[in-house]
């Protein structure tokens, strides 16, 4: 492989953060980007293991900001980049089973409905109506938000990818960059098994893996890797062409259509930190059980697909934007689950954080990397 030896800006990871943010700045008339990507596709790391799903349904108002930003950009997508990514607003139906959970649901609601987001407020005779097929007996309410849903991940990035190719940007995959080269304070640039490359500017959009990036800067950020997974089912014919993305809240259990079939994933609670992206068995049963619970159509489908991903939790489960304490060297990760709605927002964030030294779309100056070390932690409550 051959990769040059100069870059005006390095961008390390080539999921839909990196993605978007090597076309957010190309389209600002940025030359000579350099995208690296360890793997041999694109988007085939945390980005290619996730659900898809997209919300505007959070708790804090910046990421209801950052949902009202990223959302519409996924509706204009194809008009824009030429790229279709099947947009399908199901809606996303949070089952609510515990007293506790109902008064901070409420808040979450009337912040959503300050912020012009018109959550729907369901008691449990509404959400059972709605869904007859499941066994919904001890759900008490719920929330649902109609343009909540479910966009084509891979379709994302390769827009993104394609485009900021288009407009100059360098692409590599099989990159990987195995230290981070820096000077008085400042990044000189990266190494790679195909030798250095300079730069004034390196962007760490590696998602799981940014922690490990960061400490070849010497650089360690509080970003904990945490293994999830989840499996597609063969046909179910009776499920509902309308069937939203259904989430029970409080086991973090999910489900959504998927093709002919059906989607469904449950976090494990016990999850032990780390990169392994393989099936637990154990737990995909424990899961299985869950859904079946919920879902009994469940029990007569066959299986046809599991996969395993990572997310990139941070302490108070939002991201990181911006600069570092190392000149030159920005970081876009941490969003602990909700990444993948908030990739085209968070490149055109970056965009700004480094061509205009603030971002202006959506003020994300508060989810700085210096939050940690002050105590200025804001945490997001609807996490799955």
Not at 323 to 329: I, R
Request: negative net charge; proline residues 6%.
């Amino acid at each position: 492989m051959s990769l040059p030896k100069t870059a005006s800006i390095i961008i390390i990871g080539g999921g839909v953060m990196g993605a978007s943010t090597a076309y957010h700045l190309a389209a600002r008339g940025v030359k000579d980007i350099l995208l690296l990507e360890k793997e041999d596709f694109f988007g085939t790391g945390a980005t290619g293991r996730c659900a898809g799903g997209v919300r505007y349904q959070f708790s804090t108002e910046v990421n209801i900001r950052l949902s009202q930003a990223s959302l519409p950009m996924l509706e204009r997508f194809e008009d824009e980049l030429g790229q279709p990514i099947e947009y399908h607003k199901l809606g996303y139906l949070f089952l609510l089973t515990q007293e506790t959970e109902i008064e901070k649901f409420r808040r979450n609601v009337a912040l959503q409905h300050s912020l012009g987001v018109a959550t729907e407020w369901l008691d449990g005779s509404e959400i059972r109506k709605r869904l007859p097929m499941m066994n919904l007996e001890n759900v008490i309410a719920g929330t649902n938000h109609a343009k909540d849903g479910v966009v084509d991940p891979n379709g994302v990035v390769m827009g993104y990818i394609n485009a900021a190719h288009r407009l100059g940007a360098r692409i590599h995959s099989n990159a990987d960059v195995r230290g981070i080269n820096s000077q008085d304070g400042k990044i000189t640039g990266v190494s790679t098994p195909h030798g250095n490359i300079s730069a004034p500017i390196v962007v760490n959009a590696a998602g799981p893996w940014a922690g490990a990036v960061s400490e070849l800067a010497g650089l360690p950020i509080p970003l904990t890797p945490l293994r999830r997974q989840w499996l597609t089912t063969s046909a179910l014919p009776e499920l509902p062409p309308d069937f939203p993305f259904v989430i029970d809240f409080t086991q973090s259990l999910y489900f959504h259509r998927e093709g002919q079939g059906l989607l469904t994933g449950m976090s494990n609670p016990h999850e032990k930190p780390g990169f392994n992206q393989s099936i637990d068995q154990a737990w995909e049963l424990t899961h299985l059980e869950a859904a079946i619970e919920r879902l009994p159509m469940l029990e007569q489908a066959g299986l046809g697909s599991r996969l395993a991903g990572l997310y990139e939790n941070t302490p108070d489960a939002h991201p990181i934007y911006g600069k570092t304490p190392l000149e030159g060297f920005y970081i876009v990760t941490g969003f602990s689950g909700h990444g993948f709605m908030h990739g085209p927002v968070s490149g055109l964030l970056m965009s700004e954080i480094i061509l205009d030294g603030k971002s202006s779309t959506v003020d994300v100056s508060m989810l700085d990397l210096a939050r940690f070390e002050e105590g200025r932690l804001l945490h997001e409550y609807n996490v799955v």
